[in-house]
């Protein structure tokens, strides 16, 4: 098992999504970028495809005991925190019923309708 794979599980234990895991990583001065974490979770054999270095995982584990536990001087509880994400969650919002714009029956669609063309007419009257 090589360090993509712990960072694999783990995201996928802790149900941490990408922008979290980048916030993880801020915690502990760790900069790094969406594009550049998900090469770590490619298929072996993409292109893209990197390996997980020890110094990454390193600061994704320290990263995630303050994000879990907290600090000395303002601990949490672990179990608080992970309940409280699960609960944040975006649940899907149900899609609301477009209006319809329907025009009466009894009412012609067309009605008197003046072009400007430019050309005056002549009426001989």
Known sequence: MNNN???KKLRVAL?????QIVEILKLVDFRM???ELGN????????????CGDQVLRNFLNGLVIYLRGTKEEPKNPMEVLTEVN????KPQPK?????SVAPKNKPILQNIKFKNGKKKNNPE
């Open 5 to 7: 794979d712990v960072i």
């Open 15 to 19: 149900q941490l999504r990408d922008d």
């Open 33 to 35: 970028s969406k594009g």
């Open 40 to 51: 770590f979770f490619r298929d072996e054999k993409h292109p893209k495809y990197m390996d």
């Open 87 to 90: 609960q944040n969650k975006q």
């Open 96 to 100: 609301k019923a477009i209006k319809k």
